[in-house]
Nanobody, 118 residues
Framework: QVQLVESGGGLVQAGGSLRLSCVGP????????MGWFRQAPGKERELVAG????????YYADSVKGRFTISRDNAKNTVYLQMNSLKPEDTAEYYC???????????WGQGTQVTVSS
């Protein structure tokens, strides 16, 4: 069973920073990519950032470019999301996701809440 374990959410003031971490599945699984989605109340889930596992190519939503950085540690099967200059509109439940064997983002963590106060 594929498990993704997130940590690092919390409450922060606008302009502050948080770092999310997600431990991915074990090496028995062929990871293609990992990423972070978020979902705010009343809104659809949106892809915030993604990273390919072998080459490290990254993707960012326009709303977070220049403020968020996604990175990975292949040895630890872990992906990180460094979030700087946080804004109240970044408030959401953040979900780690994984693509295995090129299947697309089909595997999900339990979610971690990020709340940015103004």
């Amino acid at each position: 069973q594929v498990q993704l374990v997130e940590s690092g959410g919390g409450l922060v003031q606008a302009g502050g920073s948080l770092r999310l971490s997600c431990v991915g599945p074990g090496r028995a699984y062929s990871l293609s990519a990992m990423g972070w989605f978020r979902q705010a109340p009343g809104k659809e889930r949106e892809l915030v950032a993604g990273i390919t596992w072998s080459s490290g190519n990254t993707y960012y939503a326009d709303s977070v470019k220049g403020r968020f950085t996604i990175s990975r540690d292949n040895a630890k099967n872990t992906v990180y999301l460094q979030m700087n200059s946080l804004k109240p509109e970044d408030t959401a439940e953040y979900y780690c996701t994984a693509s295995i064997g090129g299947s697309g983002y089909r595997y999900w963590g339990q979610g971690t809440q990020v709340t940015v106060s103004s």
